[in-house]
Each structure stands twice: as C-alpha cells, then as structure tokens.
C-alpha cells in the first residue's frame, strides 16, 4: 500500500464546487494519494469538469453510476475501489487546508490512534466564515457519537491496513454516522485534532442544516440501524436534538 491515502468523493451535480474541491486536493503538502470520485448521474457539466482534471493528473479517478442512487452508494462504490493504507472522505463542496493529509498521517503515528479526524471553519457558499470554527472533542467513543456526530465526512481520516475496510449503511442519512460507529465498536476511541484543517461549506438548501426534517431519519437510524431499544433511543435522540441545536447557535 505504501502510505498511499485514499480519497472518496460522492459527487450529484456538483459542477459549481467541485474545481475547488480537487484543487485543494493537488495543494495537498502531501502527494502520494489517489482521489476516486463517483457520480451519482449528474444533469450538469460535473462529469466532464472532472474528465478534465483526469486528463492532467493520474491520480484522479472516476466512477459513474448508472441509476441515481444517492451517497450512501456512491460512497460505497468509492470505498469498493480503495487501494492505500488510509482512506478519507471530501464532499465535492468543501475543502482541505494543504496540510490536511500531512497532518492526519502524523497525527495517526504519534498517537497511534488509527481514526483521527480534525476541526473545520464554517462557510456560507461564497466562502465567507458565518459561524464560528467547529472544534471538535480531543477523544470520541461509541456513546459520544449517538448523542451528537461530530465526526464530519471531510475529516475523518482511518488507517484501515490497520483497522480494515467498511461500508457504510444503505440508508439515505447518517451513513457517515453509520460508519463510524462501525469503527468505534471495536476501538476505545477516536483522535480529534483541535486545529482547523478543512472548510465546510454551509449552502443555502443543505440537508444536514433542516433538523426539523432529520427527527425521523436519527429515530429510525438508532432503532434500526443500531438496534438500541426505545429508552435508550429517547435518551439519546434527546443529546443529539441539544447538541444539535448548539452546534449551529453562532
């Protein structure tokens, strides 16, 4: 595998973001990478926006889909075709600082913890900072994520020649979430570095923004996906409709 560092990217009609988002991938400190994006059928210029990245640099890859079927596949199409020693997420919207891998990867040797993942700056589509920067907890167990996820996917960053590979779960939210719980059944915790290394790009219509609409998805994401029983469900629904609320306050 030789420290080659996986990236997946699920892209849907992307064409506005993704330009940045690749560039801050061949800004990376760190160059022995491989970026496979998957297209969940676009109608816009996404697909041929990315041909062209290709046609210049060798680590790119793309993989299409044949029917729209949502991140949750996508994803898993990418995670199928990971090769390196590391494997990260990057939305086609956000960005990486150029230190990202770089620091993921010594983070990961230092603390010889093999799941880090790092804090983010908050954006407005125009990247303009709206909120304050999203620090993320120094240790987060299995029980700290059902009551709030603060693993986001353009963090986390998982040595899997150490840990192995997982899929996420099919179900049209909180696959991330899904994941990493995966993980953090089988070990103590996962590192959280304190410094911004990315930027998250808040748009207008985001999903992950209507918690209102989300209720239902996190209910039916612990009992059954997780399996957790109808008081443990409540007790945690009610941690995560706090922290949810104070996460987005400023």
């Known amino acids: 595998m030789n420290n080659l560092v996986s990236i997946v990217t699920p892209t849907f009609n992307s064409a506005k973001y993704i330009a940045e988002t690749i560039q801050s991938v061949q800004k990376q400190t760190y160059k022995n990478w491989e970026m496979i994006l998957v297209d969940d ?15 210049k640099d060798n680590r790119i890859q ?53 799941f880090v993942f790092s804090s983010y700056k908050r954006s407005d589509e125009n990247l303009n900072f709206i909120y304050s920067d999203f620090i993320v907890p120094q240790k987060v167990t299995y029980t700290d994520i059902l009551k709030s996820n603060s693993i986001s996917c353009l963090t986390a960053f998982l040595d899997i020649e150490t840990l192995g590979k997982k ?20 070990i103590p915790y996962a590192y959280g570095i304190q410094e911004p290394k990315a930027i998250y790009r808040i748009r207008e ?22 399996k957790l029983n109808f008081f443990q469900s409540v007790y945690y629904m009610l941690h995560w409709m706090y922290r949810g609320f104070m996460k987005y306050r400023n």
């Open 167 to 186: 899929s996420m779960p099919l179900i049209r939210k909180r696959q991330d979430m899904g994941l990493w719980l995966q993980y953090l059944k089988e």
């Open 41 to 55: 059928c676009s109608s816009d210029n996404t697909v041929n926006l990315i041909k062209d990245f290709i046609a």
């Open 205 to 226: 219509n985001s999903l992950s923004r209507k918690k209102s609409d989300l209720i239902k998805y996190q209910w039916q994401f612990y009992r059954e996906v997780e």
């Open 62 to 114: 793309l993989h299409q889909l044949t029917s729209n079927s949502g991140p949750a596949v996508a994803r898993n199409k990418g995670i199928e075709n990971v090769s390196g020693k590391y494997m990260t997420f990057l939305d086609a919207d956000d960005i990486w600082f150029e230190d990202f891998i770089e620091n993921s990867i010594k983070t990961i040797q230092e603390t010889r913890i093999h």
